[in-house]
């Protein structure tokens, strides 16, 4: 019965700010690398941001750093994404997912285990 279940997403203007929380369950959470993903309509799903149990290093997409901000708290069983500034382009379905992530190549690549059904992210005025 593993579970990651998102919930934050609605609608915000350009410019504006949203948190999106990812709560697991059936699986101890300390365990897993912690992603977040996003899949616009026409797109390629691509990785946003992601945060490794380890270390807790964090990874960025380009077309974010700066402005998103991912956290976990193992305790509750949550991982945040602070998202500032939204953009036009962030409209998406955003989905977290747990598993691998980590350095590659000067980027960072991910191996997901588990995923949530997503939650939609509106950027319009």
Avoid: H
């Amino acid at each position: 019965q593993l579970q990651l279940v998102e919930s934050g997403g609605g609608l915000v203007q350009p410019g504006g700010s949203l948190r999106l929380s990812c709560a697991a369950s059936g699986f101890t959470l300390d365990y897993y690398d912690i992603g977040w993903f996003r899949q616009a309509p026409g797109k390629e799903r691509e990785g946003v941001s992601c945060i490794s149990s380890s270390d807790g290093s964090t990874y960025y997409a380009d077309s974010v750093k700066g402005r998103f901000t991912i956290s976990r708290d193992n305790a509750k069983m949550t991982v945040s994404l602070q998202m500032n500034s939204l953009e036009r382009e962030g409209t998406a379905v955003y989905y977290c997912a747990a598993g691998w992530c980590g350095a590659a190549g000067g980027a960072w690549g991910y191996r997901m285990d588990y995923w949530g059904k997503g939650t939609l992210v509106t950027v319009s005025s």
